[in-house]
């Protein structure tokens, strides 16, 4: 089991440029999470999909979309990458209803130039 | 919505004595209240969580007390050890949505040998 992943690690970009952050799980988990963890504060939510076929916007959801693909994976999309949007991105999982553990991935460390 | 407040920021201990982080929040329908642990460079990982209608969980060195009257929840670790040292986040779920955690941010406790 190698729980959630997430791929790139480590992304630079320019301002203006896009890209998308991939998230999958072996849990066979039904919700799924994005998060973005800046300097000297906790996770903020950005979007979170509570099922297959449902996404719903968390605290901090402009500038990005997402994708629930199917039941594993859970993309998380920039289309105009800003230097706000420096940041450590964790995505998660839980079973989901009353299962409210959520496991989280390494993450994927970004810099906008 | 929701908010969190985690006292101390910072937390420094001799190796041995105990370790308290209390977490306050502002939703009175919040009803499941979880720690998580993050190591330099990791993932936060869940280390113990309760539920509205528990006073007080233990697990092993740490244990963690609710105060839904007072509205705060709080982290007690004894025996501290080196391998404690970490940042703590408290994560109430919030009533506005499906298991939507609510991060404070952080308390970095540090375990002097």
């Known amino acids: 089991n190698a729980g959630v992943t997430q791929t790139p690690k480590f992304q630079v970009l320019k301002t203006g440029q896009s890209m998308t952050l991939q998230c999958a799980q072996d849990?066979?988990?039904?919700?799924m999470y994005w998060y973005r963890q800046d300097p000297g504060m906790g996770l903020r939510l950005i979007y979170y999909s509570a099922s297959e076929g449902t996404t719903d916007k968390g605290e901090v959801p402009n500038g990005y979309n997402v994708s629930r693909l199917n039941k594993r994976e859970f993309s998380l999309r920039l289309e105009s990458a800003a230097p706000s949007q420096t940041s450590v991105y964790f995505c998660?999982?839980?079973?989901?209803?009353?299962?409210?553990?959520?496991?989280f991935g390494p993450g994927t460390r970004l810099l906008v130039l | 919505g929701e908010n969190v407040e985690q006292h101390p920021s910072t937390l420094s201990v001799q190796e041995g004595d105990s370790a308290v982080i209390k977490c306050t929040y502002s939703?009175?329908?919040?009803?499941?209240f979880p720690w998580y642990k993050q190591e330099l460079g990791k993932r936060p990982q869940l280390i113990i969580d309760?539920?509205?209608?528990?006073g007080e969980k233990k697990d092993q060195r740490i244990a963690v007390t609710l105060n839904k009257t007072a509205k705060h929840f709080s982290l007690h670790i004894t025996e501290t050890q080196p391998e404690d040292s970490a940042v703590y986040f408290c994560a109430p779920r919030g009533s506005g949505g499906y298991n939507k955690l609510i991060f404070g941010a952080g308390t970095r406790l540090a375990v002097h040998p």
């Open positions: 849990m066979n988990h039904n919700s």
């Open positions: 309760i539920r509205s209608n528990v």
């Open positions: 998660a999982s839980s079973e989901g209803t009353s299962r409210e553990t959520q496991y």
């Open positions: 939703d009175s329908a919040s009803n499941y």
